[in-house]
Structures are given as structure tokens and as C-alpha cells.
């Protein structure tokens, strides 16, 4: 390396490498994000019968408890994140969601679990931003919905694992054993993080000034951004129908069909795992592809993933063939997650770079609180209501009903697509100008001047 290179370009022979085995620990870390997130899916049945929970209370483990930390948490830490050192950020938080999760195997009570659960979504809230916001500076905008959409192959991978481990632990060992050594091996992965990452220099891709805006102007500038706006809300409610199903699609089966746990396990590990990954790869590629011609192809392509689910899933709840119900649950499990990658590479192309975290935790509170907060919630609920008069089939109509979210959440993606285009080229230069003008004039009015502009 000669002398006179600036220090800032020193690793850029390394590189792409670097940015591939990067995403490689990403991955890795992510998958036991999710495992760990859904290993109570699975489990919720001896878990229900051991402690005597109700449906509304598994609603609530498995979404508000975790749904409400996670979300809200996720700003400050992110906030850190675009402030210090992201790796580190990532390995602090790996370590205490898996050390909750193991710790899991010794509640006792319902009280315990939430707590329990509170303390994985502490942990969980701190790892997403900084990921997406390290990936935003290791990869340019045109393959970022791709290589956001092969760290979420982390999403059916984890969801595989924790459902196809969870049911194995649990019936070769008992549930409380699963929740230990799942959440025991996730530790091993901080030192891999913090000893063999490096931190990308931020906006390396982009060609405006890195300079860290304050909170009040962040939050500014996104509430300026009428897309940011649209594509957050369609998201959480794309979210809500996903999280609704992978909450409830193990109690389903079981209820409808009478299928035992062992089976139920593998049937949602290959409708999550194989048509997960499907969905999500196809949603970032088809995203970069067709994003580089038509802009609005980051909104329409998971709009037009949702807008699918609505009648296949419908007809997956509401059939009496399970040979039916688990064809529909691979192609409405695929679809389903489509958004996944494109709601992250569209929104960071909207923002600053050193305000990346702070947007993927500002789609974290938005999406999860309605998604992981609500979906389990609200189809427990009306699971419940439905029970006296439905029977086994309380659940089955409940799910059904998510389908009506569904459609609402493709009319929203479609509105997004269109403010989307008006505003990309302008949000970066806008939102500095935003920034220079609050800092000259020491208020928010000149923020408020250009964010409408």
C-alpha cells in the first residue's frame, strides 16, 4: 500500500471480500435473532400447558410483551449505533437476548415469561439498525435490496431452525432444555463480531456530507417524507398478516387438523424455511432489478407480494384439506415477505447516511409495534371471542380475518410507490439543506420550511 493513499480508502483492496464475509456474520447473528424469536411459536403449546396460559396471553408473549421494548428501544440504541462503534453495538446486543433466552427455561410463571421476553426484545432491538445501517456503507444502492434480502434469508433460516429445533429439544429433552441450549450457542457468536469486523466508513456510496444531524432534525426529515410515511404503514401491516401467521400457524394445524407437534414442526419449517427464503431473496432481487429501471419497483414488488397472500391465505384458514391448507400456507409464507428487503434499501435512499440506523429503528418501532404488537395479539383476541360459538374453528376464522389487513397493506404499498418516485431524488439535498438551515438559524422553523418543500 503506497504512502500517500488517504487512510480512509486503506481497506478498500480488501473490500469486497470483506463486505461478503461481513454479510456472512450478519447472517449468523441474525439467524439466532429469529430462532430465538420463534422458538416460543413452536413451544407455545407445552408452554401453554404446563403454565395454564390463555390464548390472549400467548397473543401477548409472543407480540405485545416482546413487540412494545422491542420497537421503542430500538431508537436510542439506534440513535448509539449512528453515533459510535456499530460492531460493537451489534455483539452487546446478541449476547444479552441469548442469555435471556436461555433463561427462559426456568420461568415459572407467566410474569416470568413476559419478563423474560422483555429482556430478548431489549437485546434484539439493538443488532437490526446497526446491521442495516453497516450494510448501507459496505454495499452501493444498487445491490443493497439484494444484499439486505440475503441477510433476511437469516429470517426463514432462524424460523426453520427454531421451529424444526425447537419441536426436536422439546420432545427429545422438554421445552425448558430447548429455550437453554439454543440460547446459550447464539453467545458464542460476540467475539466473532467485535474481533473480526471491521467499521466501514460511513456514506462511502453516496455523495453527500456524513455529518450527524440531531434527533429532532432526523425525526424532521422522515416526518417531511410523505412516502417514508406510507411505506412504514404498509409495512407494519404487511407485517401484522406475516407475524399473525407464524404466531399462530402451529395452534392452526393443530386445532383444524389434529396434526402432532413433530409433524406441525416440519410442515412450518419447510412452508417457513424453503418458501421464507424464496420470498425473501425474490423480493430484494426483483427489487434491485426492477428499482434500477422503475423507481417505484422498491414499493409495487412487495405490494404486489401482499396483494397475493390476501386470496391464498384465505383459502389456506378456510379449507377443510390440509393437503390444500399446507400448499397455500408455502405460497402465502413466500409472498408474504416480500417487503422485507425493499422497505430498507428504498427508506435509506430517502435519508442521510449517518441517520441510516436511526431510520431502520424508526421502521423497526412503526412495523413491529403493529405487527409483532398486534397481529399475535388480535387474532388471539378474537380467537377467543369466536371460541364459544366456533369451537376449534375460532382460530381458523380469526386468521381468515388477516386476510382483510392484508389488502389494505397492498393499497398502501401502491400509494408509497408514487410519493416514492417524487421524493428520492430530492429527500437527500432537501433534508441538508434542512439541516445547514436549523443550524444557522438555531430553530425548527427552517426545518419545518424545507421538509415541506
Known sequence: MSADRPPAMAPEEESPRHRRYALFVFFLVSVFNYLD????AILQVPVKRELGLSDAQLGMLTGLAFALFYATLSLPIARLADRTVRKVVIAV????????????GFAASFAMLVLLRIGVAVGEAGSVPAMHSMISDLFPPERRATAISLL???????????????????DSLGWRQAFFY?????????PLVLLTLREPRRGRYDRVPSDLPTMRQALALLWGLKSFRLLALAGGLNGYVQVAMQAWNAPFYSRSFGMPLGQIAFWLALMNG????????GGGFLADHIGRRWNRGYMLVPGAGVLIVAPVGLLQYLTRDVHVSL????????CVVFY????????HQLVLPRMRA??????????????????????????????PTQGTDALRYALASAMGVALVSALLWWRAAHHFVIERHAAIRRGQAAVDALAGAGHGSAMAAETRA
Open 37 to 40: 424469536r420463534t422458538i416460543l
Open 93 to 104: 446486543s446478541l449476547v444479552c437476548w441469548c442469555l435471556m433466552t436461555a433463561l427462559t
Open 152 to 170: 433476511g434469508l437469516a429470517l426463514p433460516i432462524g424460523t426453520l431452525f427454531g421451529f424444526a429445533l425447537g419441536g426436536w429439544l422439546a
Open 182 to 190: 439454543i440460547g446459550g450457542a447464539g453467545i458464542l457468536l460476540a
Open 274 to 281: 424453503v418458501g421464507g427464503a424464496i420470498g425473501l431473496y
Open 327 to 334: 400448499a397455500c400456507g408455502f405460497v402465502s409464507s413466500a
Open 340 to 347: 422485507f428487503a425493499p422497505i430498507i434499501s428504498g427508506a
Open 358 to 387: 436511526l431510520t431502520s429503528a424508526m421502521l423497526v418501532l412503526v412495523v413491529n409495534l403493529m405487527a409483532i404488537g398486534l397481529g399475535p395479539l388480535v387474532t388471539g383476541k378474537i380467537s377467543d371471542l369466536l371460541a
